[in-house]
């Protein structure tokens, strides 16, 4: 099965100028609407799931094992590919167990995933822990996918994305997003070696590692890479307290984009990533006659 041209999987995803940004600040801001890929397996939850998918048929895998927080959309991706493409899925969450009114959880399990709890010490050691080769082993015949989904295999889908983008708006001079690993920037860096755009990154997490992570990924997925294209900027003061952290002047931002532009974030990545631009934009970090694509990854729930 080609899991791209399925009809439940929208691709190319569509693109959407927000005029008054240029009417103001003299920036052209387009936004990839790359959430309407699917409701459920939205982004870039579908761009890094897609190569794991055509790998896992070409290999002759039963299924897919994974890991994921309690509420994350990596863990809402997995049970949609469960309901949609009948796949068998194992994820091993962190976490003390089941709760009903997690609603993440909750439709998981009615989708058909199979869920291992384990505890947060144990679940920091993933894939090498013993509790989790222990379970692995008992399912040799399943691909085993990281958290979020950024392995090797992610890369073929990102690259589908930078395609998109690249037919679609040929002229940019910025692609911006959001980072959570990395592996999204880190798959799109690999494929900018020879574009003129640079890509700035807003970091959900608090830190000062984003840079080595993105570079990282740049060598997981391109393995005979020399020199890493000098074209990133990671702007990271606009977490907003860290990872998960939620505070009402984010939510009064979100919800004045939606009124405002009719267009949904989310508060843990694309809605601090979005405010880190439009500050940006302000402060004149990007400069008239720019041409910035946001890509919205995601992570909207219903
Ligand atoms: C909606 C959304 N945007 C961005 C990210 C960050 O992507 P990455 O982990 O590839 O940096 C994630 C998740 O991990 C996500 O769910």
């Known amino acids: 099965m080609n899991f791209s041209s399925s009809e439940v999987i929208k691709c190319p995803t569509p693109v959407r100028e927000i005029k008054d940004v240029y009417q103001q600040y003299g920036v052209k801001l387009i936004v990839k609407e790359d959430y309407q890929t699917h409701p459920i397996i939205s982004g870039n939850k579908w761009r890094k799931l897609n190569g794991n998918l055509q790998h896992m048929q070409s290999q002759g895998y039963e299924g897919i094992i994974s890991f994921g927080g309690a509420h994350s959309n990596h863990l809402y ?23 009903p009114e ?15 709890f384990i505890d947060r010490a144990a679940y920091r050691e993933k894939e090498r822990g013993e509790i989790a080769n222990k379970i692995i082993s008992e399912f040799p015949n399943y691909l085993v996918i990281p958290e979020g989904g950024s392995n090797q295999f992610a890369l073929s889908g990102i690259q589908e994305l930078y395609s998109e983008i690249k037919v679609q708006i040929p002229d940019y001079s910025h692609l911006v997003l ?30 000062d590692w984003m ?5 990282n990924y740049v060598k997981l997925f391109n393995k ?26 984010l939510l009064l931002f979100i919800d004045e984009v939606k009124n405002k532009y009719d267009l949904p974030l989310d508060p843990i990545y694309t809605g601090k990533a979005f405010f880190g631009l439009m500050e940006d934009i302000k402060n004149k970090f990007y400069k008239p006659g720019d041409i910035v694509v946001f890509i919205h990854t995601g992570g909207l729930r219903e």
């Open 77 to 99: 991706a997995l049970a949609g590919l469960r309901q949609l493409f009948d796949i068998p899925v194992i994820v091993l969450v962190r976490g003390d167990g089941f709760d």
């Open 224 to 249: 005979n890479v020399v020199q890493i294209p000098n074209k990133l900027t990671v702007r990271s003061a606009f977490h907003f307290g860290g990872y998960g952290k939620i505070p009402t002047d």
């Open 102 to 116: 997690n609603e993440t959880l909750a439709f998981a399990k009615t989708s058909g995933v199979k869920l291992y």
């Open 178 to 207: 959001s980072m959570g690993t990395g592996g999204t920037a880190g798959g799109l860096l690999s494929c900018m070696k020879k574009d003129r755009a640079q890509m700035v990154v807003y970091p959900a997490l608090k830190g």
């Open 211 to 215: 840079q080595a992570e993105i570079i």
